[in-house]
């Protein structure tokens, strides 16, 4: 706004009647409430600093819009403002933000947290999801010395599809085929002694090779060790790849080869995924890697503020770590 116009306002406030200087009151009070989340959101633009149609960092501002600062590229003329290009441009009620982020590192679930916010359910969903969207590319930058490596499989769900081709599953049902099928969503957790986890979602039945060597080969150190079961595609890929391998037999009752070599930190992994996903009575198979990443957020960092999580929703995951 400009000085004369400022002057103006203030002047008006005089001539406001009594319900008048009441609404503005509380509009003001809402706006104060948002401008924690207001202020993360300019400051991580701030950190990027770049046009997000064209990358170019020559901008100037723009005036604002919705409390946001708007900017115009010089080089592509364009505008934006800090949310253009992220999964949370044009995203409603700002100022719940903050508030919606906390009963997500408290993993409530959605009812609940769309009661506590005091927002609608399908808004509360559609949230979750764009903040897990560039949550979920935070990923170790490298895994090494002894890393355990498994799958594990989650039944495929179609939760929330509207058009269904086959009757839905009811809660909590299990394959209609025994043993792997295609019903099975296979995903890899591999973990080194450190703590840092690669999870990721490699397809439906089991994990092919090229699968592994898709999600693995990016972060895994070539002088790992890689732990595993008996399952030969792990053997056949750390072949290829030149790691050192060790398998343990589990079906022959082996658990631990010469007192380090197990993969019991990362089936404990799996048994904690599979039981914090049980409070949201299955997930839609096409939003796992979205919870995957929730998960792994949570395990990894511990005391997350909703500031930094909502600064890892928009790609800066630096925060997450400072406590
Ligand atoms: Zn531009």
Same mark, same amino acid.
């Given at each position: 706004m400009k000085a004369d116009g400022f002057s103006d306002l203030i002047k008006a406030i005089h001539q406001l009647d009594h319900y008048q200087r009441k609404t503005l009151s509380i509009a003001l009070a809402e706006f104060s409430d948002t401008s924690q989340a207001f202020e993360l959101i300019e400051s991580h633009f701030d950190s990027v #600093?770049?046009?997000?149609?064209? #990358?170019?960092?020559k901008l100037y501002r723009h005036g604002s819009a919705l409390g946001l600062q708007r900017y115009r590229c010089r080089t592509c003329h364009r505008t934006f403002n800090a =949310? &253009?290009?992220?999964?949370?441009?044009? =995203?409603?009620? %700002?100022?719940?933000w903050l508030d919606y982020l906390e009963t997500m590192i408290h993993s409530l679930p959605l009812r609940q947290s769309a009661v506590e916010v005091g927002v609608h359910r399908n808004t509360a969903l559609r949230w979750r999801h764009r903040f897990l969207s560039w949550l979920? %590319?935070?990923?170790?930058?490298a895994l090494q010395g002894i890393t355990e490596a498994d799958e594990t499989y989650l039944l495929e769900s179609d939760k929330g599809? %509207?058009? =269904? &081709?086959r009757r839905p599953h009811k809660r909590g049902a299990s394959a209609?085929? %025994?043993? =792997?099928?295609?019903q099975q969503v296979c995903v890899l957790v591999a973990r080194d002694r450190a703590g840092q986890t690669l999870v990721e979602? &490699? #397809?439906?039945?089991a994990m092919s090779k090229a699968q592994l060597t898709e999600h693995s080969k990016p972060v895994l150190n070539t002088d790992a060790v890689l732990i595993s079961d008996s399952n030969p595609t792990y053997s056949a890929f750390c072949k290829t790849e030149h790691i050192t391998h060790v398998a343990v037999n589990l079906s022959k009752g082996q658990r631990i080869i010469n007192g380090a070599y197990h993969i019991q930190n990362v089936n404990a992994y799996h048994s904690r995924l599979k039981s914090w996903l049980h409070r949201f009575h299955g997930v839609a198979t096409k939003y796992l890697p979205n919870y995957l990443g929730w998960r792994q957020a949570l395990e990894q960092h511990h005391n997350i503020s909703p500031g930094a999580f909502l600064r890892a929703a928009l790609g800066d995951f630096q925060q997450l770590t400072v406590t």
């Open positions: #600093g770049v046009c997000p149609h064209c #990358g170019h960092s =949310l &253009t290009g992220t999964p949370l441009a044009r =995203l409603r009620h %700002r100022s719940k979920k %590319r935070d990923r170790p930058d599809h %509207r058009q =269904l &081709t209609s085929k %025994r043993g =792997l099928s295609k979602v &490699t #397809g439906k039945g």
